[in-house]
């Protein structure tokens, strides 16, 4: 007896996913603390990301906020954002600048 081979294509598997942490400036910006965010392609050079993320929040001031800000990915600091690759999984975060006196 044969097994039939179904001739349905399988589903591809889901885009990769990067968790966005916001705080500060970044937060009251978008309205959110977090945010999963699917990568359109891997690997995405973190200095892609700002342009992505200010694309899902238009009509607000974001793009200004990530002109100001920093990143780090996976808790660490992050000096230069065109040698860090994303491939998902990553939780990446927003460093705005703060002020202190």
Same mark, same amino acid.
């Given at each position: ?5 179904s001739? &349905?294509p399988?589903a591809?598997?889901?885009p990769? &996913?990067? &968790?966005?942490?916001?705080?500060a ?5 978008? *309205?959110?603390t &977090?945010e999963?965010?699917?990568?359109p ?10 342009a ?12 200004a906020?990530?002109a100001q ?18 491939? *998902? ?13």
């Open positions: 007896m044969t097994t039939p081979i001739s &349905t399988s591809s598997p889901p990769p &996913t990067i &968790t966005v942490l916001y705080f400036g970044a937060s009251t910006a978008t *309205g959110l &977090t999963a965010v699917a990568l392609s891997t690997p995405l050079p973190l200095a892609e990301l700002g992505l993320l200010a694309a899902r929040h238009p009509h607000t001031n974001f793009s906020v990530l800000s920093g990143w780090a990915v996976d808790e660490e600091m992050v000096d230069d954002p065109r040698a860090v690759v994303l491939k *998902g999984g990553e939780e990446v975060a927003v460093i705005c600048p703060v002020s202190g006196g």
